[in-house]
């Protein structure tokens, strides 16, 4: 009887379903959900978005943040100007001087009016209308802390999230992308096929731009074509880092993947890169971070594109004075300086006066001042900086033609604050990236320039040959 017993234990075992058999065991990944709305800026207008749930498994939501892509640019006039003029001429001293502290920009209408020369675009030599008076540049204003009132509808259920719609900043705290993002009190479960309602009020007076709010969680997919003993071997290996304790076999040891992207400060442009997996083992994904390494902040005056005959040409009655740029104790007039002098690049992404440099600019009644020419190196500074950085990003794991949201997600709303501050953002699940695999970062840029890092931080399991997995 004993025997018959043992016998049809042992036969049940072989019958049960093994951990980590593909088809048998959910294959789990670290996901995001997001909802994109267009805010127009008015008091009282209702947005509404629909997020839905993949067919092929199961999506937990246990955190909810969001992030607003805010169109800062506002519509600025240029002073002086009642006909046709040159746009390379116009100067400083036309231009509102809360402009020139707060930033000013080369509009999206500016770039018909750029020229191509040997040593790279520069505006255009030609006269253009006088509506190019109001269109040219762009007054940057400040960042704003968005105000609305949102509400979520789980179609599965028909549950309303909440009993009212609810104040942005009193449920979940500030746009900034601050981490850690709010975590839900208990996981929520949505089935595949379901679909999340949102609705957003506005509430802010001229706050525009596009609003992201996104679903932190991770997805339980039913069925993998990753080779059972790899499964096994890699979820056996991921244990003590899901509950937070340092691995303790030999063949795993923390490791970091970059994924590096050149933006180009170009809007809507699109940039690909991919980072190649160890061939030895898996990489689990914990964490990801980023960061902008902007290029120098400085603006070099380009005063070989300003010809003795441009200075002194009248500009609707407006005559710059002539001056020597050669000689550095010479003083320049701010008055004088044409946006000719300004690099491209950096008018497209804003420059202004150096914020400890304004009382030397300007003077009673927030007139320009004349300063030394060797002061202009370091008297105005680009706005690009790092906690300005703005882009769009996709995550695809090419192991398993995965990707890790379902749609670009803002950086501010996906990964959070661009400072570098910590914590990084947590995966809901640790991912893990298959031996020879790829991780596919398709990078649409809003705002900034410079070399983009996103780190993957985890660790890297070693020796799965030896161990008859690979």
Known sequence: MLAEASLAARRRARAAPRPGAPGLQPWV??????????????????AEAVINISPDGVFVATAIGYGLEEDRGRSMRINDINGDFVPGD???????????????????????????TAAGAQLGTGPVAVDFRDTLLQKIAGPREVSFLFSLVDSSTGRELQDEPLHNLASLGTSSGERPFRPLARPLSFLPRSTVRLQVEERSEGTRGTLFIVLYGYRAITGTHCPEPLVRFLQQADVPAARGAAPAASSVIPFDHAAIVRLQGRPDNVVETEVAVNA???FVATALGYGLEPADDGVPLRWERVTAGALRTALNGFAPRAFSVWDRAAMVDLADVPLRAFPIELLNEGVRIRPDHARLALGPGAALRAVPAAALTSMFESLNRPESVRFRYEITDSGTGRDLQNQALGNIAGLGIATGERPFKRFARPMLFLPRSTIRVRVTERCGRGNLFLVFQGYKILQLASRGVM
């Open 280 to 282: 030895e083992g898996g």
């Open 29 to 46: 990944i670290p996901f995001d959900y997001g909802a994109r709305f267009e805010l127009s800026g008015t008091p009282g207008n209702v």
């Open 90 to 116: 116009v100067t400083l001293g036309q231009i509102p001087a809360d402009a020139l502290l707060q930033g000013f920009r080369l509009s999206a209408r500016a770039q018909l009016v750029l020229e191509q």
